[in-house]
């Protein structure tokens, strides 16, 4: 039994914890639309979350064209790898004073990186931070109760995404104006270029705010969740000393044969990094998710027997496949060595950037930026957690209390 009934969110709904009715639900755009608490959808409002079928698959090509693939993301490489070895740099530095929070720490890279691909290079440090800060709440309220009253989440989140927005408007302004003047004829287009470009279906170019909810968008679903995943990476491979060990030889060899004139890595290099994308699918795995995929039935549905009536929220808890040991034998054990056997997927149990139309657009740019990140950390650093046993919260995403207090130090010569 996969299904189990539910009242959460308001509206009555089942969660669904198998992978064949997990990946049916998925799939069938005809008889399920997103179903995501009201909270999340006015948070995120974007014209990728709030229109379907061809509206929905024109504006998701256009953010793909962008970001997805090696041919596309080859020329943010060296940009992210200057981030992250500063990043990394300064965690050291900051740790030779007191315990750092990784996940404060991964959280300022992660919406670096995304700022930088986005929006491009040259917006200020402080403007950066404000983004950053700003964001904290909107993240926060992102499943919270509706409730718009002062001192609820949901509340300051909104007047939070308001101040983003803001922030936002005069950077796509500003940009125009450069388009308009040719200053900004020499640099590399970035999403900001594409969207002030780009035409919806019926040939209308879009609109300032939608320009800059797709960007609020983006910057939600793509901060917190890789801020986390890094962290955990992090966390797993300083406790297992054999994946370490394999994972660093690999990254040296990769070294070892780099011309010496070559300075920063390369997309022939990333894809030598074949024990590394195993790591990087097992953190993905074994991290505990705790938000599951959400859809509501436009019609009544039967899934095995099963009647979910129209109206009702479905969540698909994707843990349900992949803590399973139907599909992965010792599923709590982090071993990436599991992923030896060439089958990716796992026969479909292995979908942590979900299935279909509505699948993850920012999933080759998490395991880019995390292969960069973990070559630097694992030839370079060490980190040591202050409280490995620290008990997990979970909103929006697991992480330990104290945030992965612990210290990072630098124990290469480079
Ligand atoms: C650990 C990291 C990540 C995980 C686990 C993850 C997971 C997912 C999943 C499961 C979906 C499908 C949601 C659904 O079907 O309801 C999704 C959609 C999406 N993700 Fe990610 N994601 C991650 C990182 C990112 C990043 C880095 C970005 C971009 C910067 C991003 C952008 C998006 C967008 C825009 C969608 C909506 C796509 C659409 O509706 O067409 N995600 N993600």
Redesign the pocket.
């Known amino acids: 039994m996969g299904m189990y009934k539910t009242h959460l969110f308001m509206n009555p709904g089942i969660f669904v914890c198998t992978l064949e009715a997990s990946r049916k639900i998925?799939s069938d755009d005809n008889k399920f639309k997103?179903g995501y608490p009201e909270t999340t959808l006015t948070v995120t409002q974007s014209p990728?979350?709030h229109v379907s079928g061809e509206e929905?698959n024109h504006f998701?090509r256009l953010?793909i064209a962008s970001?997805l693939g090696y041919n596309s993301l080859a020329k943010f490489l060296n940009p992210i790898e200057d981030i992250v070895i500063e990043s990394l740099k300064g965690m050291a530095s900051r740790s030779t004073e007191q315990a750092i929070m990784l996940m404060e720490e991964t959280m300022a890279l992660s919406l670096r990186v995304?700022v930088h691909i986005f929006i491009g290079s040259y917006h200020h440090h402080d403007t950066i931070k404000q983004v950053e800060h700003l964001l904290a709440a909107v993240d926060d309220a992102l499943f919270s109760l509706p409730i718009n009253f002062p001192a609820f989440p949901y509340y300051k989140a909104l007047k939070n995404r308001k101040k983003v927005e803001e922030i936002l408007k005069s950077i796509v302004e500003e940009r125009k104006v450069m388009i308009k003047d040719g200053s900004k004829v020499t640099e590399k287009k970035d999403l900001v270029d594409i969207l002030l470009e780009m035409e919806d279906v019926n040939g209308r170019k879009l609109k300032g705010e939608d320009i800059v909810n797709t960007l609020i968008?983006?910057f939600l679903?793509?901060h917190v969740?890789?801020a986390?995943?890094l962290m955990w990476s992090v966390i797993f491979l300083t406790n297992n000393t054999l994946a370490f060990k394999k994972a660093k030889e690999e990254q040296e060899e990769i070294l070892r044969s780099r011309p010496p004139s070559q300075k920063h890595l390369s997309i022939e290099e990333i894809k030598k990094m074949v024990y590394l994308t195993k790591v990087f699918n097992e953190v993905?795995r074994v991290t505990e998710?705790a938000i599951p995929?959400?859809r509501e039935a436009t019609t009544d549905v039967d899934i095995n027997g099963y009647i979910i009536p129209k109206g009702w929220r479905v969540f698909i808890w994707q843990r349900g496949c992949h803590r399973s040991s139907e599909y992965f034998s010792n599923p709590e054990d982090f071993n990436p060595s599991r992923w030896d056997d060439d089958d990716f997927t796992k026969g479909g149990a292995f979908f942590?950037?979900?299935v279909g139309t509505?699948?993850?657009?920012?999933?080759d740019?998490?395991k880019i930026e995390m292969l960069i990140f973990l070559h630097h950390f694992i030839l370079n650093y060490k980190f040591e957690q202050k409280n490995p046993e620290c008990p997990l919260s979970y909103m929006l995403a697991p992480v330990p209390k104290d945030n992965c207090l612990g210290k990072m130090t630098k124990v290469s010569m480079e």
Do not use: E, K, N
């Open positions: 998925l997103l990728l979350t929905h998701r953010i970001i995304i968008m983006l679903a793509g969740t890789t986390t995943a993905i998710w995929l959400c942590p950037f979900g509505r699948m993850c657009v920012g999933r740019l998490l």
